[in-house]
């Protein structure tokens, strides 16, 4: 058996720990004792009775748990022996006697015990204040009590607390590495991200090219095709026009049949202007081999025959201004063809400047 001492409960503090006592271990069997008189137990009609907190009436109270292996015992003042709670009790004031009794059979187990002490302890008080010695040493028991307690709480709180602390670096390290691979995710999705904003762009700005340069060829092809047929026309209408190529050509070969014209004319003149001052041939006389005529006799010969016949002289002027003339009108129809070939030149290169334009 151990025993308690503690300052006074109250019927309800009483109550109480009979309740926490059935709820954690059962009960079997037990009563209250009010003025020697011993009452069944019954929760609803106990609180009933003694739900006052200023009720002092309980006198003794026993109560078995569901394996009578443990008793729980409170009474108001101070047995004699330990052995034997109610034997030579002496009532006090100040404090009230709680006793756990654990029986040998059935023997409980070293955790019930435990358990039924430390749910007497939770609900000891600490005594009035009083003069005997009895007193103080039971208030400085409770002390000492209360700071190993206060002392274990303060070690378990450090303890808890150094847990956290390691509980809380850990977390962090945990926070801090998850943060720096969150911002190596967000740095690579960013630059993933820009990169494709830049090829997006520049596939946009190449397309818009594109675009811009099928624009410019269809302007040019439309732009070519009017200038093809501009060129077209100028070529039929403004370049060398069919009459004016006609009249040219015509005139050359005028200027041309001019000249052969003129040529036979000379021709002919001078062959009739041959025939009249060459000697008239009477009587065929053989000359000797030997002789020798001489080139001067000819010529002056010649020469009296042109003044005696006028249409010698005629004849000679004729051919020779008709020769000068179907000179002239050669070179003139060779001009007149040079002049339509440098025209048709200068025609081309007006085309060729009109089509790189």
């Known amino acids: 058996m151990q025993i308690f001492r503690t300052g006074r409960l109250n019927d309800k503090r009483v109550l109480k720990l009979v309740e926490e006592f059935i709820g954690k271990l059962g009960r079997s069997g037990g009563h ?13 009609h106990a609180k009933a009775l003694f739900d ?3 009720n002092y009436m309980i006198d003794a109270v ?4 569901d394996d009578n ?10 047995g004699g022996q330990d052995q034997n709670l109610d034997q030579g009790r002496t009532a006090s004031p100040f404090y009230d006697e709680i006793a756990v009794d654990a ?11 435990v358990d039924c002490l430390a749910l007497v302890q939770k609900h000891l008080a600490i005594p009035e204040a009083a003069t005997n010695d009895e007193a103080l040493g039971l208030l400085t028991a409770q002390y000492a009590q209360l700071n190993g307690l206060f002392t274990e709480l303060t070690e378990s709180g450090h303890k808890r607390i150094l847990e956290l602390d390691k509980l809380h670096a850990n977390r962090l390290a945990e926070l801090s590495e998850k943060e720096r691979l969150l911002e190596e995710g967000l740095t690579h999705r960013r630059a993933e991200l820009e990169q494709e904003y830049q090829d997006r762009s520049s596939d946009l700005l190449r397309r818009e090219e594109d675009l811009n340069n099928r624009a410019h060829m269809h302007a040019r092809r439309t732009l ?7 060129i077209q026309e100028r070529l039929e209408e403004a370049m060398l026009p069919r009459r004016t190529s006609i009249i040219s050509w015509g005139i050359f070969l005028l200027t041309l049949l001019g000249a052969v014209g003129l040529s036979w004319v000379a021709y002919f003149s001078l062959t009739e202007f041959a025939t009249l001052v060459e000697p008239p041939a009477t009587t065929p006389r053989m000359s000797p081999p030997e002789t020798n005529v001489s080139p001067g006799v000819g010529t002056a010969a010649t020469f009296t025959a042109l003044l005696d016949s006028p249409l010698a002289l005629f004849l000679l002027l004729r051919g020779t201004l008709s020769g ?6 050669l070179v003139y129809a060779i001009s007149w063809l040079k002049a339509i070939y440098h025209d048709d030149v200068r025609a081309r290169r007006e085309l060729s400047v009109t089509r790189s334009t």
């Open 69 to 78: 292996a443990l008793i729980l015992r409170f009474r108001r003042g101070i």
């Open 52 to 54: 006052k907190p200023s």
């Open 103 to 113: 029986q040998r059979n059935p023997a409980p187990s070293a955790e019930r015990i």
């Open 62 to 65: 026993d109560i078995s748990s």
């Open 224 to 230: 070519g095709k009017e200038i093809t047929d501009k």
């Open 32 to 44: 209250l004792k009010i003025a020697g008189k011993n009452i069944p137990y019954d929760t609803d």
């Open 324 to 329: 000068f003339a179907s000179v002239g009108f």
